[in-house]
């Protein structure tokens, strides 16, 4: 990268005065790298629209926690996620293994601050940790194809885990007969959808080819990236 930005050093003066608006730092990037860019900030604010959302949909477990809001919940998530932090309430567990804690009966924290924690620093590992990509960074296929089979594993769970009383442990959909709401459904689509998009990049990038994995309702389990 230092050698990238000595030999783009010559051309800064002039395309800081460029009429043209040309963007500096694209020079380091390259096609791929700018569709990670693009794949990498509509997940961040996918996960931010669903921390919001299983909130508003779940306030019992925001109640859990005196004090916090959505807003310094999601915070807290995003700091998790990068592990700048550990959290003693999910027992230092982050990515696929704060993903099970949210769905243990005997959890007695906030599933929705388990299950994003776990989430949103599963997709970070996913992108290398990494919120923006250059020629020198690099992004495996099969990391971001095994996270959006992750995905369709926590959907299914959502729909399935049930407390003592057979009430979901985590509301999300609902499918009453008085209304039909699949707004969280299409949020999850559209999560799914960027990490397999940018998984099929990358593996034409690279060459290499992505082995699939096919999930059967007696076998959803997490995959480790």
Not at 16 to 32: M, P, Y
Not at 164 to 181: Q, V, W
Request: charged content about 20%.
């Amino acid at each position: 990268m230092c050698l990238l930005l000595m030999f783009l050093s010559p051309f800064m003066a002039g395309c800081s005065t460029s009429s043209s608006g040309l963007n500096v730092k694209s020079l380091a990037k390259s096609d791929v790298d700018l569709v990670a860019d693009i794949h990498r900030r509509q997940t961040k604010q996918l996960l931010q629209q669903l921390n919001t959302k299983l909130y508003l949909r779940n306030p019992n477990q925001l109640r859990r926690k005196p004090g916090e809001t959505i807003e310094s919940r999601w915070n807290s998530v995003l700091a998790y996620s990068v592990g700048t932090r550990k959290s003693p309430e999910l027992r230092g567990l982050s990515g696929i293994n704060a993903m099970r804690l949210a769905f243990e009966n005997d959890f007695a924290g906030d599933r929705v601050f388990a299950l994003m924690v776990g989430l949103t620093s599963m997709l970070s590992e996913a992108y290398g940790h990494k919120q923006e990509f250059y020629w020198l960074d690099s992004l495996d296929q099969q990391s971001l194809y095994n996270s959006a089979r992750n995905i369709e594993v926590m959907v299914w769970l959502l729909r399935t885990r049930e407390d003592s009383m057979g009430r979901p442990l985590i509301l999300t959909d609902s499918f009453s007969s008085e209304s039909f709401n699949l707004s969280f459904e299409r949020l999850f689509g559209k999560l799914i959808a960027h990490q397999d998009a940018l998984s099929m990049v990358i593996a034409g990038k690279t060459q290499r080819a992505v082995n699939t994995v096919a999930h059967s309702l007696v076998s959803m389990t997490f995959i480790p990236l």
